[in-house]
Structure formats: C-alpha cells, structure tokens
C-alpha cells in the first residue's frame, strides 16, 4: 500500500484545512487509518484513527474539532479540521495497518510522506 498525505498549509487560527490520504497498490477498506503530527523538536503524536468499518477515534485535544472520514470508493481517508490553534502547528502524517486502530505509530507498516500544517495566531 503506497499512501499520498496532501492538503496542508497555512491558515490563521480558527481557519478550517481538510487533509486527505490517498492509498494506491491495494484496495485499504478495511485497514485502519490513523493520522499523526510531529512538531518541531517533539515525537510523533496519534492524532485520530478510523477503523475499517469506520469507527473513529481521537485525541482528547482534537475532539469536536477535527473529524475522520473514508471514501472507499475513492481509496482516500480525510481529516476535516476545523477551530484550528497554532498548537496544532505540525506536519501531518497519514498510516494505515491491516489490523485494529493503534496510537502507537511503531505498530504502522504504511506511511504517507507528510503534509505541513501551519497555523498563525
């Protein structure tokens, strides 16, 4: 499975930005999905995840604010994020394992390259 990240960029705090993970190579249904960021300086974070029969899970920082979705006809699992805070500063990274939902991103076997997001105050 081969995973493109896309739809990073700049917004000002408040601001809205949907990610997207594309997976080519194999039909990824039902893997699970999970989206990380990594900060400057700092690990990589479990951020949300989705199962393949789409149960979600997130973070308790992101609750209410950032939404995970799949289109298996599109091959691709998104990440709406919405009321952003320039914490959520980072690059974003999409995963996928053909098994449950981890946060542990050791657990991963797919990874797409990483989209940035910025957000200013």
């Known amino acids: 499975v081969q995973l493109q990240a896309s739809g990073g960029g700049l917004v000002q705090a408040g601001g809205s930005l949907r990610l997207s993970c594309a997976a080519s190579?194999?039909?990824?249904?039902?893997?699970?999905v999970a989206w990380f960021h990594q900060a400057p300086g700092k690990e990589r974070e479990w951020v949300a995840g989705?199962?393949?029969?789409?149960?979600?899970y997130y973070t308790d920082s992101v609750k209410g604010r950032f939404t995970i979705s799949r289109d298996n006809a599109k091959n691709t699992v998104y990440l709406q994020m919405n009321s952003l805070k320039p914490e959520d500063t980072a690059v974003y990274y999409c995963?996928?394992?053909?098994?449950?939902?981890?946060?542990?991103?050791?657990?991963?076997?797919?990874w797409g390259q990483g989209t940035k997001v910025t957000v200013s105050s």
């Open positions: 995963a996928a394992r053909n098994l449950v939902i981890s946060t542990n991103p050791d657990r991963y076997a797919y």
């Open positions: 190579g194999r039909t990824f249904s039902s893997y699970a």
């Open positions: 989705i199962q393949g029969g789409e149960r979600t």
